[in-house]
């Protein structure tokens, strides 16, 4: 996978502007129907909110508890067709659920049966022994618990896994460009968008593609496209902050993963085993405006910490928190003023009336294939693009290289960053550490330390100028938003 040239020489019948989660599954979809495919991105492949989820594809359980029982149908489905086309990168994870109460337990058992029902999976849900309890969640405070049920659902990388989604894409003949800002788009002299002009943030050259169809798949960054497309138009989006934290393996305890049904705000927080350690996660925030690094607050480290203090007999304290990060929910907000808190985490597609500039928009990586198939259905429904049926649901998405599985190390750093530039499109510090490999969010102090080491490497890989005592710098700052709050890097 490299940057390419030919962008500039052909007409595309699909320009995506997004390389996340919805973006690299609308690349993959369009190509494999035969549609000459063009994506750019303005960072680097998943750097926002694609790779600082929760690491799950799941049914979405406490949608439930809203009787949206369409979304999460639709959610097991796709969750199911993951672990068959993916099972590489997506595997089953077991969760426990414990319950406080004989009500308690009645009513998450009629709740798992429904969500089993939904699934269709033999995977099913069940409840431990109290023997059981004390073997499987070791660190549960087992005098408190009524009982502990039980049910399946998935875990992935998610950055790794939207890279594998746009090497895929690749093969199938699409054209890819991280580090691409769109700046403005191109009209007919009916306004309808025909091309845009774009710069290259690593050369900083500017030049124009052109297609006969764009999709803004931005997530965040949504209503940022469409006012370059319309100033006028107003806004959909209702932007929310999930943080999490990360701590050692040992206050989970065990390779099953934990689900708190009851928090003080009405949601739910997993303890997630991720890579040789917990993760924590989420809050639901308001965020003002879309950006790339949002920085988790001392409030949430605070609702994280107390939410899964109350259900452990040793529970973590600040101290004990080794790496911080959040990412910002695309969600859409169809009735004006509702909380986030409730809004549906359906997506939306909509066709501009004179630009026909496409957007797709909410969803969440468990929908995310769906929502990629459907978008390009409707876009052929509108006579935008020739009918082509969708065949990703038949596609095998498979480890192929074991480089990206090596453990990284001094050792290792040369040929897997050799690996990541050539094949990955990897330029800068933070693409090897954040998102090839996952340091950055499970230690991110090791991977200051291994910093100048990997910029060594990268500048005798990379073919342009490597500003190197700049991205050093960069990448400093950035750790400092997923160390501890007690921990500030100079």
Known sequence: MK????????????????????????????ASRGLKTLLVEQYDFAACTSSRSTKLIHGGLRYLRRLDIGLVRESQREKNLLLHMAGDFITPLKFQIPCFSPYETLKYKAGLRLYDFLSQNEKSSGAYSREEMVSKSPNLHHDK???????????????????????????CGACLLNYTRLDFFIYDAKHKIIGARIKDQIDFEEFEVYGKTFINAT????????????PSETKIMCLSRG???????????????????????????????WKGKTLIGTTE???????????????????????VRQFLRHGPEEKDIISRFAGIRPLVRRIPHRSSKILSRRHEILIESTSKLVTLTGGK???????????????????????????????????????PSLPVSEETLKEKIHYYVKEEMATCIEDILSRRERLLFLDPQRALQLAPKVAEILKTELEHEYPIEQDEKAFTKIVNNYCPQSVRLS
């Open 3 to 30: 940057r390419e040239a030919q962008a500039e020489s052909a007409i595309f019948d699909v320009v995506i502007i997004g390389g996340g989660a919805s973006g690299a599954w609308l690349a993959l979809d369009s």
């Open 145 to 171: 618990v009524h009982s502990l049920l039980t049910y399946f659902d998935a875990g992935f990388d998610d950055s790794r896994f939207a890279i594998e989604l746009l090497k895929k894409a690749f093969t």
């Open 219 to 230: 997530g965040p960054f949504t209503d940022i496209v469409r006012k370059i497309n319309n």
């Open 243 to 273: 943080s999490h934290i990360v701590v050692d393996s040992s206050f989970l305890g065990t390779d099953e993963a934990l689900l708190i049904p009851k928090t003080v705000d009405g949601r739910v927080v997993f303890m997630i085993p």
């Open 285 to 307: 925030e308001g965020q003002a405006k879309p950006e790339k690094d949002p920085a988790v607050t001392p409030e949430e480290v605070s609702y994280l910490l107390s939410t």
């Open 365 to 403: 990586w468990t929908t995310s294939r769906l929502m990629a198939e459907e978008t390009l259905n409707r876009m052929m429904a509108h006579d935008l693009l020739p009918f082509r049926p969708s065949i990703t649901s038949t596609l095998l998405i498979q480890r192929l290289d074991n480089i």
